[in-house]
């Protein structure tokens, strides 16, 4: 029975709970208090010679977006696919071990994957890009003059798959453990084989789960700071979509990084309110997250 | 005629026997039906009769079954075509829940046949829903989530889903032990319907139901005092004795049509469990 008297255990446990409310609260009123100057900046006060908020907002938000959405397309089809095996195909002291890789990737610190993406993946993935570039050129992503370093948007993008592949998995592999073994049973018993069982009883009770974990892996990649800012070679208010050239737009995240160290007054304020942005970017892909898995147990 | 034939089969948990040595033949068009307690086998049986048993962890057997002379578990056979001719229905009702009532009726003929016409489709879910008697309830609201329906129309739409790819037999594991008794006599009457068609195979934990539906009855029970005398038997001929404590097997114990069953059992341990003395 709970007890409606005030014990210290309810009283320190509602000072947790109502602690993080006020974080939150504090870090919105910090970033809108403290970015609001710069809306109404104008030239020669902001970061990287910006003429106005926008155009310095603008493409960081576009490569945020950019970057994080190519990651998910790589990310969401391992994610599933590993998923998948570990719940269905895998011998269970396979799934283990695997199972525990996964949660490993889940702990190497964001600065490891930025040296890994810079010295390892980068030059390894120079040579393809030219070739790439050489025979898909007439594709939009890979036109223009292939980056001879690999330090690209999509080299970027594919470190992040790699960091969000575990949290996605893992949200997916909790849902597929859960599918009901009478549907896995019926669908066996109509004469559906492995993978058709998967299509009819396992992918629809799950698919809600696989959207919601594609949406935090999102949420995670456009947050990411360390490992773009180390990997990607940007250039200043540029907004494209060649993805292998050495000329690649900026994410908020990593641009914060970068600038922040040296800047002061009104500049601070630009990138405080770029904070903001990402902020709000993040909170609408947790809060579509939360809603699509809420429904789910309507 | 004969459509399924059992020989000399024992059905495996791993290294644990759950059932020993049952010969049984099984006639076609006609209802069969499993009786015994708890642990006597019976599902474990039922489920090696489509090959259902070796997609539990362990699951295997040794022995035949053969369905109209051919051995389902011969080399080469694969154990997904075994399914499609032996359809089951499961104790607690298992429709889809993402599937609408006539996708749910049609998903085993989408596995394999993707190009159905949409006038077929729709004759043959008509078609199915009649013979699990669904049709008259259902027929308006065919588009609605088969999981919306009540227990004993769920019941039936799972009957309805696996005689819609026109199996030879369709097997019952309790199918009526998770139902009222209006919608379990329902179920009733419809198999005795069905076996105009199918042979029907159903294991059940109620006595009164195999009197009331089926042609032959057949009584499994893990007999402890045998188990432990044969295994005496067995450890004095020099075979290895099972370690203490293992569970006694199910065997088969008496199989005879219904009636007589019922009216006139052989084995005492049949006369006592259907008298009530136990199980």
């Given at each position: 029975m709970r007890s409606e008297t005030l014990t210290p255990q309810r009283a320190g446990a509602a000072a947790a709970a109502f602690s993080v409310v006020a974080a939150l609260a504090a870090v919105l009123g910090f970033l809108l208090i403290q970015g609001w100057p710069a809306l109404s900046a104008g030239l020669g006060e902001l970061p990287s010679h910006a003429e106005n908020m926008w155009q310095l907002a603008g493409p960081l938000v576009f490569g945020s977006v950019l970057v994080a959405a190519i990651a998910m397309l790589f990310a969401l089809p391992v994610a599933l696919g590993t998923a998948l095996y570990l719940v269905f195909y895998a011998p269970k002291r396979v799934?283990?071990?695997?199972g525990g890789a996964l949660d490993l990737l889940a702990a190497v610190p964001s600065v490891v994957y930025g040296l890994w993406g810079i010295m390892v993946l980068a030059p390894a993935l120079?040579?393809?890009?030219a070739w790439l570039n050489e025979n898909l050129?007439?594709?939009p992503f890979f036109a223009g003059e292939a980056s001879?370093?690999?330090?690209?948007?999509?080299?970027?993008?594919?470190?992040l798959a790699v960091m969000v592949l575990p949290l996605t998995a893992s949200v997916i592999r909790s849902a597929l453990a859960l599918v009901p073994e009478a549907s896995i049973e019926g669908a066996y018993a109509l004469g559906a084989t492995r993978?058709?069982?998967?299509k009819l009883a396992a992918l629809p009770f799950a698919r809600r789960s696989i959207v919601a974990g594609s949406m935090l892996g999102l949420g995670r990649a456009l947050g990411e700071t360390m490992a773009v800012a180390m990997v990607l070679s940007p250039t200043p208010f540029l907004i494209g979509i060649k993805l292998l050239t050495s000329e690649n737009?900026?994410?908020v995240a990593a641009y914060l990084a970068q600038t922040f160290p040296e800047s002061h007054g009104i500049e601070t304020s630009a990138l405080i309110a770029l904070g903001l942005a990402l902020f709000a970017i993040t909170c609408a892909v947790n809060s579509l997250a939360r809603w699509i898995t809420r429904e789910k147990t309507k | 005629m004969n459509e399924l034939e059992i020989k000399d089969l024992n059905a495996y948990y791993g290294d644990f026997l759950a059932v020993s040595q049952v010969n049984m033949?099984?006639?076609d068009k006609s209802i069969t039906a499993f009786i015994g307690p708890s642990g006597c086998g019976k599902s474990t049986l039922l489920r090696t009769l489509n090959r259902m048993h070796e997609a539990v962890p362990g699951g295997r057997i040794t022995g035949e079954v053969a369905l109209e002379g051919q051995d389902l578990y011969g080399s080469g056979v694969d154990p997904v075509g075994v399914r499609r001719k032996v359809g089951m229905v499961f104790q607690k009702a298992n429709p889809f829940p993402s599937m609408s009532i006539y996708e749910n009726v049609i998903a085993g003929v989408r596995l394999r046949n993707k190009r159905i016409s949409r006038k077929d489709a729709d004759e043959l879910v008509e078609r199915s829903l009649r013979q699990a008697n669904l049709w008259d309830e259902v027929h308006d609201r065919l588009q609605t989530p088969g999981g919306a329906l009540s227990g004993g129309q769920q019941q039936r739409l799972c009957i309805?889903?696996?005689v819609a790819v026109e199996p030879k037999v369709i097997l019952l594991d309790e199918p009526c032990s998770a139902l009222d008794p209006v919608s379990t006599l329902a179920i009733e009457q419809l198999l005795l319907e069905l076996k105009e068609r199918y042979t029907v195979v159903i294991v059940t934990h109620n006595m009164q139901q195999a009197a009331r539906v089926s042609d032959q009855t057949a009584f499994f029970h893990a007999d402890a005092e045998a188990w432990a005398e044969l295994t005496r038997l067995e450890a004095t001929l020099g075979d290895k004795s099972l370690p203490q404590g293992t569970r006694p097997p199910g065997r088969l114990v008496e199989y005879a049509p219904t009636d007589e069953l019922f009216n006139n059992p052989r084995n005492k341990a049949t006369a006592d469990y259907l008298s009530g003395r136990f199980g």
């Open positions: 799934a283990t071990v695997l120079a040579g393809p890009y050129g007439w594709i001879a370093t690999g330090r690209t948007a999509l080299t970027a993008a594919l470190v993978w058709e069982t998967i737009p900026n994410t | 033949d099984i006639p309805a889903r696996a």
